[in-house]
């Protein structure tokens, strides 16, 4: 039996990527975990509140993730390979999740897809853009590029692209994706010195 608050998390946002967070009741849910409503509710005083602190949770481990690689990786001058990671890890996140949950969460639970809509802004705009900012510092990203509008144009609507077609992560691997959606994208700004000497992998 499990009651421990961070156990239920774990339990609900594995069950609501999957099957859609507006397919999973809460009944399943502490069913599931072989405890009662009363103790789910304990916890958090609604559906809502528990997708939205389970969604908090999940994508708060991604996070943590690229900040502890970015603390890590002391390595400044190759601003782009971080830019790399980042979004392996984002690709690795939606092959997990089931469309049908981000778009229920934007239908269902606005204040959850808030949690979403911010993780995404912030990894974009304060995180990945001062990024490719240091790599047109350092030459490698060409000076006539407008950093922001790369931004805006494809790197902050990779959510789309993944989920145009149902079997994508079915027909391609996360590197084919990664190469063709992110890595592609960044070789046609890059400098000619920059892409001669240091191709991107």
């Not at 999973?24 to 939205?52: P, Q, R």
């Not at 778009?103 to 001062?130: F, M, R, T």
């Amino acid at each position: 039996m499990v009651e421990r608050k961070n156990d239920i998390l774990v339990y609900a946002i594995e069950n609501f990527t999957k099957f859609g967070s507006k397919r999973f009741s809460m009944d399943e849910l502490a069913k599931n975990l072989g405890i009662s409503k009363k103790t789910l509710y304990k916890h958090f005083s609604s559906k809502e509140e528990l997708v939205k602190k389970s969604l908090s949770y999940y994508f708060g481990k991604i996070r943590a993730n690229i900040d502890n690689y970015m603390l890590s990786n002391h390595n400044e001058e190759q601003p782009l390979i971080t830019i790399i990671y980042i979004y392996k890890q984002g690709l690795i996140a939606f092959q997990e999740i089931n469309p049908a949950f981000l778009h229920g969460l934007n239908k269902y639970y606005p204040k959850a897809y808030e949690v979403y809509s911010q993780l995404k802004h912030d990894i974009v705009w304060d995180v990945v853009c001062p990024l490719l900012q240091k790599a047109q510092q350092l030459n490698q990203v060409r000076s006539n590029v407008n950093v922001e509008l790369v931004c805006s144009l494809f790197l902050s609507r990779m959510e789309e692209t993944v989920y145009s077609k149902a079997n994508l992560f079915d027909e391609y691997s996360i590197h084919e994706l990664l190469e063709h959606i992110i890595i592609n994208n960044l070789r046609g700004i890059l400098t000619l010195e920059y892409l001669q000497k240091s191709p991107l992998q």
